[in-house]
């Protein structure tokens, strides 16, 4: 069975910092990695996606990389905004090809603290 | 509609009540899923839904637990006899692929959630 951990479960940062959370997950076998934000009371947003057949993706101040082999992805955030205080949910996707490209096992998310 | 939508936003029960929880996907969305969230935990994946059939069920904790999709639109997760363990955020998201499009990037649209407090 899949388990993904994320590493750590709480971060409080200043403003300005540039700063890593980490994923990993035990079950190398995979379809894709995602990355999700979660604001309090709402949804997931999702903010990036990597193929298994992929190493990083970018997106803004967003970078995120996947390293298949060693069942580890980390997400870096550059210079830090208070609007980034959420938790961020690493999650990965089976590589079963029955429709299943969505069925999502999620880490425990990290609790991110941006401080003015 | 803009967004996927879910009622109720919360829902209290006291043990042993049977609780309805409803999805409206994005219009036209072909994949549903339901996940369940509880405190300070990441979702865990319940059920999953292509249209109108339920392609997968593995995730669903007990048999008091039940979805359904008929015309493959909205979806209702249904609780039966709730417990204080069925306490968390029920959240579905939709996506207008099958599982996996065709070019593998599946991008999921996800509710607020139903916050359900059993006591």
């Known amino acids: 069975k899949q388990e993904v951990t994320q590493i750590p479960a709480a971060l409080s940062v200043p403003e300005g910092e540039n700063l890593v959370l980490n994923c990993s997950f035990t079950?190398?076998?995979?379809?894709?990695l995602q990355w999700f934000r979660q604001d309090p009371g709402k949804g997931l947003t999702s903010l990036l996606l990597?193929?298994?057949?992929?190493r990083e993706q970018t997106s803004g101040r967003l970078n995120a990389s996947l390293d298949k082999s060693s069942g580890r992805s980390t997400l870096y955030i550059a210079a830090s905004q208070p609007g980034d205080s959420a938790t961020y949910l690493c999650?990965?996707?089976?590589?079963?090809?029955?429709?299943?490209?969505?069925?999502?096992?999620f880490g425990g998310g990290t609790r991110l603290m941006v401080k003015p | 509609g803009a967004g996927v939508s879910q009622s109720p936003r919360y829902k209290v029960a006291k043990r042993g009540q049977d609780v309805a929880l409803r999805c409206d996907p994005i219009?036209?969305?072909?994949?549903l899923f339901w996940y369940q969230q509880a405190l300070g935990q990441g979702p865990e994946f319940l059920t999953y839904?292509?249209?109108?059939?339920?392609?997968?069920k593995s995730g669903l904790p007990s048999d008091r637990f039940f979805a359904e999709r008929p015309e493959g639109s909205v979806s209702t997760l249904k609780i039966q006899r709730t417990q204080q363990e069925d306490s968390a955020v029920y959240l579905c998201?939709?996506?207008?692929?099958?599982?996996?499009?065709?070019?593998?990037?599946?991008?999921?649209?996800f509710g607020a959630g139903s916050r359900l407090t059993v006591l």
């Open positions: 998201a939709s996506s207008p692929f099958p599982g996996q499009g065709s070019s593998g990037a599946n991008v999921l649209t």
């Open positions: 079950d190398s076998a995979i379809y894709n």
């Open positions: 990597i193929q298994s057949s992929q």
């Open positions: 999650a990965v996707g089976p590589p079963r090809l029955r429709n299943a490209g969505n069925m999502l096992t």
């Open positions: 219009s036209g969305h072909v994949s």
């Open positions: 839904f292509q249209n109108e059939a339920q392609l997968d």
